[in-house]
C-alpha cells in the first residue's frame, strides 16, 4: 500500500519566553555524564497552540541543584531533607517555564526548558 505525504512548512521550535505550563511526563534517562530527568512540559499559550517542550537536569536532587529547584518549583515548596519525591507527585502541577533556544551541530534550533518557576515567582 502506498503512503502519501505533503511536505509543510518548516515546525518552528516554542518561541524563547516565559510560559505556563503543566508537567505531562517526568522520566530518568542515561546521558554522556550519568543519570538525568528529563521533564515534559505541555505549553499553555493562545500563541504556541499546546505545545511540548522538554528539559533535563542532572539526577542531584538537593536542594541547591537544578533538579532541586525545579522539583521546589513544581510543588510551589521546597521538600525536606530525606523526603521522597515521585514523578507522580510532579505530574499533572502547573508552574511557569522559561523557554531558551539551543542549536545542534547540523544548526537545528531546538526549544529547551532552561528554567522553571513557581506560579508565586511570575
Known amino acids: 500500500m502506498s503512503v502519501e505525504m505533503v511536505i509543510e512548512e518548516p515546525i518552528a521550535a516554542v518561541p524563547e519566553g516565559e510560559y505556563d505550563a503543566t508537567v505531562v511526563d517526568v522520566r530518568l534517562q542515561d546521558a554522556t555524564h550519568g543519570k538525568v530527568v528529563r ?9 504556541v497552540d499546546s505545545r511540548q517542550v522538554s528539559g533535563i537536569a542532572s539526577f542531584r536532587p538537593s536542594p541547591n541543584t537544578k533538579l532541586g529547584r525545579w522539583i521546589a518549583a513544581i510543588l510551589g515548596r521546597m521538600p525536606e531533607v ?13 508552574c511557569r517555564i522559561v523557554v531558551k533556544h539551543k542549536a545542534n551541530a547540523e544548526g537545528q534550533v531546538f526549544a529547551n526548558v ?8 511570575s
Not at 114 to 121: D, F, N
Open 39 to 47: 521533564f515534559d512540559f505541555m505549553v499553555s499559550d493562545d500563541e
Open 82 to 94: 530525606g523526603e521522597t519525591v515521585t514523578s507522580s507527585d510532579l505530574l499533572r502541577k502547573d
Open 114 to 121: 532552561a528554567q522553571v518557576l513557581s506560579l508565586q515567582e
